[in-house]
Nanobody, 115 residues
Framework: QVQLVESGGGLVQPGGSLRLSCAAS????????MGWYRQAPGKQRELVAA???????NYADSVKGRFTISRAYAKNTVYLQMNSLKPEDTAVYYC?????????WGQGTQVTVSS
């Protein structure tokens, strides 16, 4: 079973930036699309960014123009560059396959946007 490990979260002021990383323990990008999901307190987990196996990207309206998903095949790693962060971006961020999350969820990485 491929494992996913997210990192890069932290506390940032509104308007700031963070870059999240998701390292997979196996080579899965040629098989699966990947997505970044987030779950805020009291809310359901939602998909915020996705990249297909062919490299096409898609974003939730709430992050479009601010977040960028990318991947490095050689490192089995998916990234999420987050700019112009807002307090409503505060959540635990996870990666998994997309359109269906078929792998075991990792622990996620906490992103807190606050002044």
């Amino acid at each position: 079973q491929v494992q996913l490990v997210e990192s890069g979260g932290g506390l940032v002021q509104p308007g700031g930036s963070l870059r999240l990383s998701c390292a997979a323990s196996g080579s899965i990008f040629s098989i699966y699309g990947m997505g970044w999901y987030r779950q805020a307190p009291g809310k359901q987990r939602e998909l915020v960014a996705a990249i297909t196996s062919g490299g096409s990207t898609n974003y939730a309206d709430s992050v479009k123009g601010r977040f960028t998903i990318s991947r490095a095949y050689a490192k089995n790693t998916v990234y999420l560059q987050m700019n112009s962060l807002k307090p409503e971006d505060t959540a635990v961020y996870y990666c998994n396959t997309e359109p269906s999350a078929v792998l075991k969820w990792g622990q996620g990485t906490q992103v807190t946007v606050s002044s």
